[in-house]
């Protein structure tokens, strides 16, 4: 699942957001956007099932109303199943909404969740004098977003404070606008952050890179 580029504009306006965002508060805001936090290798499976099941209903069906197997029945035992079965599975890997409905709300979720902690990790979002650092992390594939604060921030902004910031990048991910979604999304933290006092503190230096971070699934 390639990552789609992302725009020199998308880029520097990502980049601008953050710096902008961190002028006024503590907050280290770290984006980061993979193309997909998993393969999904088993909905490929189920879709390769699926259609070898239907590839030899089918089969069942020529014979059953049109009385005909024709050549050796070994071969139509054989050939429509495994057929239908590749073409299945080709189609997953193909369709990006039949591999999310195969793979599951609910696993996608899980897989989201994983992938997100271990960026929290990679990129050491962690590492910051007063711990006020924030992953805002985004699944295209998915379409979903995971903000993950360190316990500098976990302490002063409850996790539910920050479903507006998902709902506006999940909206463009939709709208096929994910840059733009994310430099509002940015804007959002930083004023979330301000309304709960986190504010900008003498000292307080740039720990973490303010760039677009990309990583592979």
């Not at 503590?26 to 998993?38: K, L």
């Not at 899980?110 to 992953?135: C, D, N, S, Y």
Request: proline share 4%; with cysteine; hydrophobic share 45%.
């Amino acid at each position: 699942m390639p990552l789609p580029p992302f725009s020199d504009s998308d880029l520097a306006a990502i980049r601008a957001a953050v710096e902008e965002a961190e002028r006024s508060t503590s907050g280290e805001i770290v984006p980061y956007v993979v193309a997909a936090s998993d393969g999904y290798l088993e909905a490929a499976w189920k879709g390769a099932a699926f259609g070898a099941f239907l590839a030899a209903l089918g089969a069942w069906g020529i014979y059953r109303w049109g009385g005909f197997w024709g050549g050796q029945l070994f071969l139509w035992m054989v050939v429509p199943p495994a057929a239908g079965g590749a073409v299945g599975f080709l189609a997953v890997h193909s369709l990006a909404p039949l591999r999310r409905a195969l793979a599951g709300h609910e696993v996608m979720a899980h897989r989201v969740e994983q992938r997100a902690a271990a960026a929290f990790l990679e990129q050491e979002v962690w590492k910051t004098r007063r711990r006020t650092g924030i992953l805002l992390f985004l699944s295209l594939f998915e379409r979903r977003v995971k903000v993950l604060g360190d316990s500098g921030i976990h302490q002063q902004v409850e996790e539910g404070e920050w479903d507006e910031v998902v709902r506006q990048v999940v909206h463009g991910i939709r709208a096929g606008n994910p840059g733009a979604a994310l430099v509002a999304a940015i804007g959002e933290c930083g004023s979330l952050l301000a309304r709960h006092g986190l504010t900008r503190q003498a000292g307080d230096v740039d720990e973490l890179s303010d760039e677009l971070r990309q990583g592979k699934p």
